[in-house]
């Protein structure tokens, strides 16, 4: 009976979650906080989590929510600074002197110049930026929101600096239990979460190689005045040109630098690349697209927001200092991970919150200059003198951030806790498995292997309901990696699945749908948006699922925690039980287990040769 209840009981909250805010339409401030109450009520009632342990995980959650709005106000405040500065416009101006044709600049715009704000700032910033620049230029509301959510796909992942990894995926899988286990194996958690980074970067860069040319294809189907699938497809050398452009520096810094890097470099360098390209005449077509005259649109089409693209500005920001702002925070990013006297000093500013309450396994901590907010707001700082910013911009860009964060912040604060509750709850007096290993359970029962097509689907149903790919990888990482336990496939790949899912159900989140329209005048019509953005969504999930099927059953990707094996494991027997107790080869690895005064201590020899007797030899 416990098999059948309880990973009904378990999913509960997350089914809770999306009739409120589907079906009754009830808006996330106020369903977030009704959700809050109900999982605390399943977790103590069914359970039997003691309320003392509800009350820690909360507080853990509050923890890790303010990590992620630090992370989220420097974003923002970078975004508004260089808006409030004119550098924006320098940018949008820019843009629109490149090229007439309509293709080149939806791949220009939404695709590279997208992804590039979606790796600085995420959180549906790159929608809010790239709609009314393209509006500015000539593209109707409507298209300008519908490529606007396009681009939150292939970069969400990385985006905001990889805050949907670094914080939605490390903080929604049980940590501590993973490194112990990872220790046992002579591992450390990096080592782990780098694998997870990587997947996502590779199963990524497949999927989005084919998302300009799906630009093109949707602009010309549904915004041209023959409405074809193929008309325009003479871009398609030049379309497949930009998306490698973007994915191959964007899998390089996946696999090399860690989640802070492959959308912003991939998009900087994609910009620089495609930018020389058409000037070149590089795979540009000879042939040339654009909409039919406005007057000739559909009302729908329009927004009611005007564009503001010839007002004067009150000073010139020349292009390279307009840009300098992000080329100084990728530059500052790369050296912060991979300068490590700097890293560790930027790490030590550390404020720790071991066993809150005193509740077993429930810790966390906010390292403020090491998160992405501290270098961000170190750039706007320096941006503030390098375009000369009167007091009135920078209060002005403060203000609009705060703003924004409020809004955000409020839904966050009352998700975070939730899913500690949840990955909490494997401590109670029932003695049952925790809410996410129980769901993995039913799961696993229920689809056996053929489950990895459909995981990128549960990532996306997730980022449909929460509207964020860091809240469903929090909510459904520890889930998706319990079920592939229980299938005896990688946990790794699994949670990667997951992210990659997260990110494509970004493109019919209805909080970023309306976000993106707001800012063009486009509200009460986001189900029209909808209707069009579902079928480059639905060609994600299912490449990235079949993707997924074939890395699990064909490809065998190895997994830290499945395929290293221990041999040559000896025991010894010291004076006193003292000395040498144990020794054992993982991967190639020689490491030898002590018993000392102080407790049991381990060490990685540097050569493969027998243990010393003592630890100090």
Request: charged share 10%.
């Amino acid at each position: 009976m416990e098999k059948l209840y309880l990973p009904i009981l378990a999913f509960s909250p997350i089914l809770l979650a999306g009739i409120l805010l589907i079906g009754f339409r009830i808006a996330a401030k106020i369903a977030m906080p009704i959700v809050l109450l109900f999982t605390a009520f399943i977790a103590n009632f069914f359970w039997g989590m003691s309320l003392l342990r509800i009350l820690a995980s909360t507080i853990q959650g509050l923890i890790i929510s303010v990590g992620i709005l630090w992370i989220i106000f420097g974003a923002l405040m970078l975004l508004n600074t260089l808006k409030f500065s004119g550098a924006i416009n320098t940018i949008k101006t820019g843009f629109s002197n490149i090229s007439p044709d309509r293709r080149v600049q939806v791949i220009l715009i939404a695709w590279l110049f997208g992804c590039f704000i979606e790796g600085a700032s995420g959180f549906g910033t790159p929608a809010a930026v790239a709609a009314p620049l393209m509006v500015a230029i000539g593209f109707p509301a409507l298209a300008s929101v519908v490529f606007g959510m396009m681009i939150q796909s292939t970069p969400v992942s990385f985006g905001a600096l990889g805050t949907p990894l670094l914080v939605g995926v490390q903080g929604g899988l049980d940590k501590i239990s993973l490194t112990e286990q990872l220790i046992q194996k002579g591992l450390e958690w990096d080592f782990f979460f780098k694998i997870i980074v990587s997947e996502v970067a590779i199963i990524h860069a497949i999927c989005g190689t084919f998302m300009p040319l799906l630009l093109v294809i949707i602009m010309t189907r549904f915004f041209g005045s023959n409405k074809s699938w193929t008309e325009g497809l003479s871009i398609f050398p030049f379309a497949i040109f930009s998306a490698l452009s973007f994915t191959i520096p964007y899998l390089i810094s996946g696999l090399l630098l860690g989640p802070e890097f492959p959308s912003i470099i991939g998009g900087l360098i994609g910009l620089l690349i495609v930018t020389l390209a058409i000037k070149s005449n590089f795979l540009i077509p000879k042939d040339y697209w654009d909409f039919e005259p406005s007057e000739k649109w559909p009302k729908y089409w329009i927004g009611t927001i005007k564009s503001d693209h010839n007002k004067k500005i009150k000073k010139d920001i020349s292009n390279l200092m307009a840009w300098f702002p992000y080329i100084l925070l990728a530059i500052l990013l790369v050296i912060s991970r991979t300068y490590e006297p700097l890293t560790n000093l930027l790490k030590s500013f550390e404020i720790k919150f071991p066993n809150i309450l005193s509740e077993e396994k429930i810790s966390s901590s906010l390292q403020i200059l090491y998160l992405p907010g501290g270098i961000l707001t170190f750039v706007c700082l320096i941006t503030f003198i390098l375009h000369k910013m009167t007091l009135s911009e920078i209060t002005s860009s403060l203000s609009n951030s705060l703003k924004t964060l409020l809004s955000a912040g409020f839904v966050l604060v009352f998700t975070v806790p939730l899913v500690r509750i949840m990955i909490n709850s494997g401590i109670n007096l029932n003695d049952f498995s925790s809410m996410p290993i129980s769901m993995a359970m039913g799961m696993s029962d229920l689809m056996g292997q053929i489950y990895p097509v459909f995981a990128p689907t549960v990532g996306a149903i997730g980022a449909f309901l929460a509207g964020s790919n860091t809240v469903s990888n929090l909510m459904l990482s520890q889930f998706q990696y319990e079920t592939a336990n229980f299938l005896n496939l990688s946990g790794a790949l699994m949670v990667a699945a997951q992210s990659v899912g997260a990110a494509a159900g970004n493109m019919v989140a209805i909080h970023n749908v309306v976000a993106a329209s707001a800012t063009v005048g486009l509200l009460g019509r986001e189900g029209i948006t909808l209707r069009i953005t579902i079928i480059p969504t639905l060609y994600y999930l299912f490449f990235s699922g079949i993707i997924t099927f074939l890395f699990f059953h064909i490809l065998k990707l190895p997994d830290p925690l499945l395929s290293l094996k221990v041999v040559n494991e000896k025991t010894f027997s010291g004076p006193m039980g003292m000395g040498l107790a144990k020794s054992y080869e993982i991967n190639g690895n020689k490491f030898c287990i002590y018993n000392t005064v102080q407790g049991q201590k381990k060490i990685k020899l540097k050569y493969k040769s027998d243990c010393p007797l003592k630890i100090s030899d």
